[in-house]
């Protein structure tokens, strides 16, 4: 069975540019999620997606941070203008569904901000 | 939102010693996972524990939830250079899970 398949893997960019991140969930997951892991802390939820609806964006910086599921499957989480605190390893997740499924991780997205 | 502590911080242990670490919850808590990420990899689920006092094993893991399922604890047995990383537990509260503060585990050969 593929895992959750990110890219790009490493990215680098000035601040006040844009930046935009793609995610693959497993096949058949409902349940998809980003969260931002900043160095030595745990992941942070930002988006979370049942099928292409969104169930929780509490935590997404809305002013600049922006993300769509529009066909239910692969997804896209973007940052327009970029800050230099938002360095950080961007993980996306998926599930079978929400609630108490374990999530399974893709390989993240290292992103510096100069 | 929810709040979870974990403890220690970080943990230096000798190759062969034991490792716990815990998460604590001021609510109670339905269920509570745990995820290992090993240094510059991503999370990676472990198990999941749901009921009151419950105990579960994996080789030389032992995962408890608390009586008041308000805290979790994770065991190592005789700690091998394979068990380095990050153990962080993650707590659900309105369908969304909030990871804990980590425990960042290194063993000293």
């Known amino acids: 069975e593929a895992g959750v398949a990110q890219s790009p893997r490493y990215k680098i960019i000035e601040k006040r540019q844009s930046v935009a991140f793609w995610c693959n969930p497993i096949?058949?997951?409902?349940?998809l999620y980003w969260y931002q892991q900043i160095l030595g802390q745990g992941p942070k939820l930002l988006i979370q997606?049942?099928?292409?609806?969104?169930?929780?964006d509490s935590q997404l910086p809305k002013d600049r941070f922006s993300a769509e599921r529009l066909k239910g499957v692969d997804s896209t989480l973007k940052i327009q203008p970029a800050k230099l605190e938002d360095s950080a390893v961007y993980l996306c997740?998926?599930?079978?569904?929400?609630?108490?499924?374990?999530?399974?991780f893709g390989p993240g997205t290292r992103l510096t901000v100069t | 939102g929810q709040q979870v502590m974990q403890i220690p911080q970080y943990q230096h242990v000798q190759e062969g010693e034991d490792f716990t670490t815990y998460c604590n919850s001021s609510?109670?808590?339905?269920?509570i996972q745990w995820y290992k990420q090993r240094p510059g990899g991503h999370p990676v689920f472990l198990i999941q524990l749901v009921k009151s006092g419950e105990v579960k094993k994996q080789k030389r893991l032992t995962f408890q939830f608390g009586e008041a399922k308000k805290n979790s604890s994770l065991h190592i047995t005789a700690t091998q250079t394979t068990d380095v990383g990050t153990y962080f537990c993650?707590?659900?509260?309105?369908?969304?899970?909030?990871f804990g503060t980590g425990t960042r585990l290194t063993i000293i050969p």
């Open positions: 997740a998926s599930s079978f569904a929400a609630g108490g499924y374990e999530q399974y």
């Open positions: 997606f049942q099928n292409n609806g969104v169930v929780d």
């Open positions: 993650g707590v659900f509260g309105n369908e969304k899970l909030t």
């Open positions: 609510t109670t808590l339905s269920n």
């Open positions: 096949s058949g997951h409902a349940t």
